[in-house]
């Protein structure tokens, strides 16, 4: 009896151990962008980012040149070898064009694409890795990460959306669809407050009224942070770091973001 009573305090010691450990957290980094941030990495017109700390390693995206992808990713200490699932969100090149460079270091990555992709480069993909993903709705990535499925009409786009403790992540590529629409589609398919949204939001060539508007949106969606960057353009940008003020998140090329998943009054976001 006592024997047994000394080893369930002992798995109970070792327990309080483990998890009172390092907290387990999830980092974002931007390794592709036409907006700088980091002076030692390559910017270029295209963005794309890598997400690890979840059940599997996601890039989302792959800018649209191969050689200055890898070259940011090694400055960056990522090797592409770990990437497990690459989630593409439509098929302009500055978003897909990345990807074959990416390929030839590691072609076991599964690629998730909206089933609206051409043929021929669905079966590049079968061809050339560990597996194929076409989704037209909303899709499980992995455990806590889904895509919205395609949205938009004449440009159909997904969106990758993660949940954390803090609330949902939206992070985009272009949003053609509209951000305030992919924004409402999240909220109502996906239970959670919108933490953060981060990404191209396409209003580059916007009015200032029409910037103002979407502002206005969204926050009335309660998104509490707000990271524009790539299409999003200057003067949206500004606006927006206007409006969310400590609550904005600069998302140039090299930045990263952490935010913390085992204690829900200790997450925390910091750009870097």
């Not at 390559?42 to 390693?57: R, Y």
């Not at 969106?159 to 109502?188: A, E, M, Q, Y």
């Not at 996906?190 to 396409?202: A, S």
Request: proline share 3%.
């Amino acid at each position: 009896m006592f024997k047994i009573l000394k080893g369930l305090i002992f798995l109970l010691v070792f327990a309080m151990f483990s998890y009172s450990g390092k907290a387990k957290e999830v980092t974002i980094t931007v390794v592709y962008n036409n907006v700088p941030f980091n002076e030692e990495l390559t910017t270029a017109w295209g963005i794309s980012v890598f997400i690890e700390g979840l059940e599997k390693s996601v890039l989302f995206d792959a800018g649209g040149d191969g050689s200055v992808l890898l070259s940011n990713m090694e400055k960056l200490g990522i090797n592409p070898s770990k990437i497990e699932v690459v989630v593409l969100s439509h098929i302009h090149d500055d978003h897909v064009g990345g990807l074959d460079a990416l390929l030839e270091k590691n072609n076991k990555v599964t690629v998730c694409i909206p089933s609206s992709f051409p043929d021929d480069f669905k079966n590049k993909i079968k061809i050339r890795t560990g597996g194929l993903i076409t989704v037209k709705g909303p899709h499980k990535i992995c455990e806590n990460v889904w895509t919205t499925g395609e949205l938009g009409v004449s440009i159909k786009e997904q969106s990758l959306v993660i949940r954390t403790p803090k609330g949902l992540i939206v992070v985009t590529g272009c949003s053609h669809p509209g951000i305030d629409n992919i924004v409402n589609f999240v909220k109502k398919h996906f239970e959670g407050n919108i933490y953060l949204v981060l990404g191209g939001f396409h209003l580059i060539s916007c009015s200032d009224g029409k910037i103002k508007e979407i502002i206005r949106e969204l926050n009335m969606l309660k998104v509490e942070k707000i990271a524009p960057s790539h299409c999003t353009g200057d003067k949206a940008i500004e606006l927006f770091e206007e409006a969310w003020g400590e609550n904005f998140v600069e998302l140039g090329c090299g930045a990263k973001i952490k935010i913390e998943l085992n204690n829900k009054s200790g997450e925390q976001i910091n750009a870097k």
